[in-house]
């Protein structure tokens, strides 16, 4: 088990910036790491990918350049940049431990084993 922690998440404007980050209750530097985020109804989706030894970062086109992902393997936290906030990034944002199929990119939510409780990310016009 890797119990995962999210915060940082709050009320921001639009156009605004804003930090959210995930901490490990083990560590976690072997773990292939992702964001999902879940917007009131809709299905939770793809946001960000980071691997292990923070050598390959992916993306989905609605964040591509205005989010980045990150991670410190010493404080075994993963970490979320959004800036350039806008309305439709307001959702709860979870972080998430891959657990199998993990050799490559993966975004399918059934490969990542370990969930947080979530964070929510409000963005107001």
């Known amino acids: 088990q890797v119990p995962l922690v999210e915060s940082g998440g709050r009320l921001v404007q639009a156009g605004g910036s804003l930090e959210i980050s995930c901490k490990a209750g083990r560590p976690s530097h072997n773990y292939v790491m992702a964001w999902f985020r879940q917007a009131p109804g809709k299905e939770r989706e793809f946001v960000a990918y980071i691997d292990a030894l923070v050598r390959n970062t992916v993306y989905s086109d609605s964040v591509k350049g205005r989010f980045t992902i990150s991670r410190d393997n010493g404080k075994d936290t993963l970490y979320l940049q959004m800036d350039n906030l806008k309305p439709e990034d307001t959702a709860v944002y979870f972080c998430?431990?891959?657990?199998?199929?993990?050799?490559?990119?993966?975004?399918?939510?059934?490969?990542?084993?370990?969930w947080g409780q979530g964070t929510q990310v409000t963005v107001s016009t």
């Open positions: 998430a431990a891959c657990t199998r199929n993990c050799m490559e990119f993966t975004s399918v939510q059934s490969n990542y084993g370990y």
